[in-house]
């Protein structure tokens, strides 16, 4: 599976951004998605996921109720909608696939190059 996320840019405190990661392959469906991010002089951190079913979701604490993961597998396309963004989420924003059902950026074999938010105060 190959990846391509898109969307980011720059937003001011309290916008939001809807990032989108489309696949390649006919397995796409076939995978869990993940949403992780990097920020300037910081790991990788977990951000949220959501199952090949498209019935299970997850979330990392700092983004809960404010970010929401959706899937359409005909489009080989995974979304994160940002709301009420914060400074705090600058970050470079990767998209991956998993046949596991983790939050273990490790567990995930298959990454997107990534996009660039940038959330200004």
């Known amino acids: 599976v190959q990846l391509q996320a898109s969307g980011g840019g720059l937003v001011q405190a309290g916008g939001s951004l809807r990032l989108s990661c489309v696949g390649s392959g006919r397995t796409f469906g076939d995978y869990n998605m993940g949403w992780f991010r990097q920020a300037p002089g910081k790991e990788r951190e977990f951000v949220g996921a959501i199952s090949w079913t498209e019935i299970a979701t997850r979330y990392a604490d700092s983004v809960k109720g404010r970010f929401t993961i959706s899937r359409d597998n005909a489009k080989n396309t995974v979304y994160l909608r940002m709301n009420s963004l914060k400074p705090e989420d600058t970050a470079v924003y990767y998209c991956?696939?998993?046949?596991?059902?983790?939050?273990?950026?490790?567990?995930?074999?298959?990454w997107g190059q990534g996009t660039l938010v940038t959330v200004s105060s």
């Open positions: 991956a696939s998993s046949t596991a059902w983790t939050i273990v950026s490790n567990a995930y074999e298959y």
